[in-house]
């Protein structure tokens, strides 16, 4: 049974026609793709070699668009970013490869040792923050902050392909192009081949030999710090005191100056100066604010302490108002409840006229059913109260009839009737005795005429 072929892309199986059952694609292009990312790494490889670092940074990254498992290539192209100064895309790619592939993997040691040095690491990023600020710095116009920021740059990544360019760039535009011509000598022993390099000797009117001897120079002529130092004439002087014939003029013996007897007196000069200072302009300004952080103070507490005392003086108004009112609300109630006692309407006239005539004609029942009615209206008529209490006394209903008396004697204090009900309420009828041991006569009720008992009349 012939071997089953898997896909170099996906795994899966390729079927008889030649394509993937999973992905799809053909596993004659497949192939192919990778033969072409492993030539192209072949390619960056020996550029790297002879320190193209552009060319091998531009066929890794054409490697990687066709295979972007090809871990030898991520871990080369993390190189080229190395030696140019790029220590994040660095790591980046580093880390990549190892997510790809975590077996033995070299890309592992170079995490590591990059890591290992906390110091240098956190000293290239802030190299890096730097070098974009310096680009922004350059957009703006502000060349001098952008020259210190490079500087800084520089001196922490002495290999930062990048910053050196934009100092070159920078020192073309002043016209200072013998550091402009280091700075790109920098670049060239770096990356021997960066287009922009090559382009910015070409700006100033090298040609393409002269730029390669350029790369053959000696390291020392590459110190990023005399870069920063400006140009300073040598300048001839002439003076009396030189033989013109060559011989040497004598001179007075050197002897160094003792300033360490004086520093008694500087230090206590300075106490004095100090303590001067401190008493005429700080105390002065210290208590100044001292009492003016008091006087707003108390002007803040008599605010308050004004704003209270009119806020008291506007609820006392407002207590002796309410108080006021309630007393005049109170006596208009008083005065209602009085006038309501008194004031008795028509209807509740001729209705209670009706039961006195009911009640003298012993009509008992028909009176009460008229009395009732008026007290519906006016619970508190003495003359309803009075004889619906002679109405129980006339049916024989003891109980009822002392109830009666005793509801009208509570409501009814100021009655003219108020004497004989208090009589009546104690009252025997069936031996015509008193409670108290007084006598009545059975028919004192009905001994008050009707004249006497007219509501009408009242």
Known sequence: MADVLNCKHCGGKILVTGYCSQCGLKSEFVNKALNTSKYYYNIGLDKARVRDMSGAEDALKTALKYDKLNIDARNLLGLVYYETGEVVLALSHWVISVNYFSGRNVAKRYIKEVKGNPHKLETTNNAARKYNQAVNYARQGSKDLAFIQLRKVLSDNPKFVNGYLLMALLLID??????????????????????LAVRYFNEMGHTDEEIMSFRDYPDDDYDADLLFVE???RAYVESDNVDRNGRPTPVGRYKDINFYKYSLAYVLAGLVL?????????????????????RNVKIAYSEEIANKNTKLSSLQDE???????????TKQVADYEEKSKADISDTDKVTMQLAMKYYNDTQYDKAMTEIDKVLETSPDYD???????LCYLGTEDEDKAKEAFDTFIQKCPNSIYYTVAV????ADTTSGKTDDGGSTTEGSSEGTTESDMDPTNE
């Open 383 to 389: 003359v309803a109260l009075y004889y619906k209490a």
């Open 319 to 329: 207590v002796d108002s309410l108080t006021t009112k309630n007393k005049d609300l």
């Open 231 to 233: 140009d300073q004439p």
């Open 174 to 195: 002043d016209n200072k192009y013998d550091k402009a011509r280091k700075a790109l000598k920098r670049v060239i022993k770096i990356d021997r081949t960066n287009p």
């Open 423 to 426: 009589a009546l309420s104690g």
């Open 274 to 294: 100090g303590l001067a200072v401190m008493w005429f302009l700080v105390m002065p300004q210290h208590n100044k604010n001292a009492d003016d952080e008091s």
